[in-house]
């Protein structure tokens, strides 16, 4: 009977982009986590291309002309399920008969899981002996917390899992026909009830695991934090408190705010593409932001309504901080100098980022930025090391390979209970079915 060797996913499922980092738990010397690499990047594209009889996964090169691609599929399916078209402010299209957004979200899980898979076996030379792959798939905390979309992304999960076990991994290319008969073979109400306990187990907040390294930096000391993810087609704002003291430093984690709004780098690129009236793909300009911004003042004052759109999700997040906190003067007042971390594409656009770091309860307090060092156990699939420009972006993978980790919502500063003992949590280890269902 080989030894058991025990690898976790973490997926975090973006809109634009997704990226993956698997946890080996079972790696001589110690822990170790992969971030996953496609054609040489870390970023997955997210969208999905349908041709007459094909589906297309990770296709980043397909344009209109040669099939109908669908992106923000995250998105799209959260406005579908909740019937709140302000999830997804993009073009619509119709979709191919039979299929919902919820079911390309399934399908992309699917890919998205099949590709750890592949990275995993490729890392171990082939040899999958005894090796028990886990899953957990990152949504945004207000997703996390809504009564609609938290089930539904829970069962989005669960069902792309349950079809990888039966079907195996799916490749960049699925007949269509195929896939109806796949979701025929396993539809939504096969998908076993979860219990709250487990529910962590397979989504997680994404504001919860971009956390995981701060928490266990030593640069990072304790104290009120904000962190603005600003991703492609939203942004999301959490804030919260690493607790400690000298005696027992970064004993706990809370957090008391978070909010997202559909609005990120994806609105910065199409306000600049329409400020110098350019036509075709605004994406064209993923990655010159910074340049043009820099060198075109009419652009710069054309993203400004975009920042300020951005900035909402940290005004509602403080609002709901603020009401928890209202009752306690000394923690109010600590709150004054909060710091900030960035994460997503938009905190490699500092003309973006920097204009959030203005103290949302006024007063003209400019909010200080902290940086971080990429994780001395995070490596690249290609066995380069993590490059500082990586981590905002696989910050979440990171956390969510991390099972062991997990942080409660506060509601007041004396609600706050310790981050459960180590070797305590490494108990849910052991539980075999927690990677063979």
């Known amino acids: 009977m080989p030894q ?22 079972g790696a001589p010397g110690g822990e170790r986590a992969i971030l996953v690499l496609r054609d040489g990047s870390f970023l997955i594209p997210s969208r999905v291309c349908a041709g007459p009889m094909e589906f297309f996964f990770g296709d980043r090169t397909s344009t209109a002309d040669t099939c109908d691609i669908y992106e923000s599929v995250k998105m799209q399916a959260a ?44 890392y171990l030379g082939g040899n999958m002996e005894g090796v028990r792959l886990g899953m957990s798939m990152g949504v945004p ?19 792309a899992w349950l079809i990888y076990r039966a079907e195996g ?32 187990t397979w989504i997680r907040s994404e504001a919860e695991a971009a956390m995981c390294w701060p928490f266990q930096s030593p640069a990072v000391a304790p104290g009120p934090y ?19 003291d000298s005696q027992t430093p970064k004993r706990g984690i809370a957090f008391f705010g978070a909010t997202s709004v559909a609005v990120g780098m994806d609105a910065v690129d199409r306000a600049i593409a329409d400020s110098d009236g350019r036509a075709g793909d605004c994406l064209e300009l993923r990655g010159t932001e910074q340049a043009v911004l820099q060198s075109n003042p009419k652009a710069l004052a054309a ?97 969510l390979s991390n099972i062991d980790f997990s942080v409660p919502e506060a509601l007041t500063p004396d609600e706050v209970p310790p981050m459960p003992e180590r070797n305590e949590r490494r108990k849910r280890l052991d539980r075999d079915d927690l990677y063979a269902k």
Not at 5 to 22: A, W
Not at 87 to 114: C, N, R, T
Not at 226 to 244: F, N
Request: glycine share 8%.
């Open 4 to 25: 058991i060797r025990r690898i976790h996913l973490g997926v975090d499922f973006g809109t634009s982009n997704s990226k993956i980092v698997f946890r080996d738990y």
């Open 226 to 244: 904000v962190k603005m993810d600003v991703g492609a087609g939203t942004s999301h704002a959490s804030l919260y408190r690493i607790y400690g």
């Open 141 to 159: 905390m207000a997703f996390y917390k809504h009564k609609v979309l938290r089930p539904f992304f829970l069962s989005v999960a669960r069902r």
């Open 79 to 122: 406005a579908e399920v909740t019937g709140d078209a302000s999830y997804y402010f993009g073009p619509l299209k119709p979709l191919p008969e039979g299929f919902s957004f919820a079911d390309l979200a399934v399908l992309v899980v699917w890919f998205l899981i099949s590709e750890g898979q592949s990275a995993v076996s490729k």
């Open 303 to 399: 993203i400004k309504p975009v920042q300020e759109d951005i900035y909402v999700s940290y005004k509602r997040a403080w609002i709901e901080t603020y009401r928890k906190l209202q009752e306690y003067p000394p923690e109010l007042a600590a709150w004054r100098v909060h710091r900030m971390f960035s994460i997503g594409g938009g905190s490699l656009v500092p003309l973006v980022i920097d204009s959030l770091r203005i103290h949302p309860a006024g007063g003209n307090i400019a909010i200080a930025p902290t940086v971080l060092e990429p994780p001395p156990d995070l490596f690249r699939a290609d066995g380069n090391p993590i490059a500082q420009g990586d981590l905002p972006f696989s910050a979440v993978a990171y956390g």
């Open 169 to 200: 991994p799916l490749g960049p290319v699925l007949l269509i026909e195929k896939a109806k008969k796949v979701f025929a073979r396993h539809p939504a109400s096969a998908v076993p009830e979860t219990p709250d306990y487990d529910v962590r």
